[in-house]
């Protein structure tokens, strides 16, 4: 009686794994887009932020991309100090110009577009109708 394993059972194993390693990595999500989706839900809290002091202190406020970051103009000395940075170095905008962020309580519609540097879409963009909250749209701009 000879022991070991079979031809056949080892090939079922070496299946088993394969399978089991090719279903995770289809589950983890890649980390080019995540990086640039958390940019795009940092942006968009960050300008509701702004929109809110804004309307608090009465002055207008402007969000304008800068290079490696972006700025804050017009925020009360007071305010509490925003980032100006993007957490990912890749992060860029597409275009140059600013959004108005107040004081008034309705404003324009106003959008901005997010990729990575050097990458291929897809590209986010962040948003408001001028009434609701800026979001973020997830799929390619036209």
């Known amino acids: 009686m000879s022991r070991g394993f079979t031809l056949i059972e080892l090939m079922v194993v070496l299946v088993i794994v394969a399978l089991g390693t090719a279903l995770a ?14 940019e795009a839900e940092r942006l ?7 929109r809110a002091q ?21 925020l009360p000395a007071t305010a509490p100090r925003l980032p100006n940075r993007w957490l990912d170095a890749q992060t860029a905008v597409i275009g140059n110009a600013p959004l108005l962020l107040g004081p008034d309580p ?3 519609a106003q959008a901005v577009v997010l990729y990575r540097a050097g990458a291929h879409p897809p590209q986010l963009r962040v948003g408001t109708d001028g009434l609701r909250p800026f979001t973020v749209e997830y799929g390619t701009p036209p």
């Open 54 to 74: 804004s309307r608090a202190a009465g002055v207008p406020v402007r969000w304008r991309p800068t290079p490696g970051g972006f700025a804050f103009d017009g």
């Open 44 to 50: 968009a809290a960050l300008l509701e932020s702004a």
């Open 106 to 108: 309705v404003i324009g």
């Open 25 to 38: 990595a289809l589950a983890l999500p890649d980390s080019q887009n995540t990086a640039l989706t958390r």
